[in-house]
């Protein structure tokens, strides 16, 4: 094994995710197939081609319980970037919510913020 390539993040709606994914946190959208069950196969990406997420939209009532919280309220996901400054400024002139002003730990310069469903995420600019 190389590398993990998709992680499920169960969604409300495809269409709202994907604007919100792509305009907002600048991800590019990689897939979007109808399937046969009437669902759809929609995965978004990073600029740099690391791990994607495949969006699926909750079936059911225990599915969209899930959504906005599929790790119990802790940071989900880490989003690396190579200028903090650049991207933190775009995306809260997209209107994304961030929990916290920018730190700088000896890591990295780090803020969390929330997805349109209100996933934690960590944009991270790593030292070294």
């Known amino acids: 094994m190389s590398r993990i390539a998709l992680v499920t993040l169960v969604v409300d709606d495809?269409?709202?995710?994907i604007r919100h994914y792509?305009?907002?946190l600048g991800f590019r959208?990689?897939?979007?197939e109808p399937r046969p069950d009437g669902s759809r196969?929609?995965?978004?990406e990073p600029g740099?081609?690391?791990?994607?997420?495949?969006?699926?939209?909750a079936k059911d009532d225990a599915q969209?319980?899930?959504?906005g919280d599929q790790t119990g309220g802790r940071v989900a996901f880490f989003l690396h970037t190579d200028d903090f400054t650049r991207d933190h400024t775009r995306m809260t002139a997209a209107g994304v919510t961030f929990l916290e002003?920018?730190?700088?730990?000896p890591y990295g310069s780090v803020a969390v913020f929330q997805d349109l469903y209100g996933n934690r995420w960590d944009?991270?600019?790593?030292?070294?």
């Open 101 to 105: 002003a920018p730190r700088h730990e």
């Open 41 to 44: 196969w929609v995965v978004v």
């Open 64 to 67: 969209s319980a899930r959504v």
């Open 123 to 128: 944009l991270l600019q790593p030292k070294g």
């Open 48 to 57: 740099d081609g690391g791990t994607a997420l495949l969006l699926a939209r």
């Open 14 to 17: 495809y269409d709202e995710a």
């Open 29 to 32: 959208l990689a897939e979007d």
């Open 22 to 24: 792509t305009d907002a």
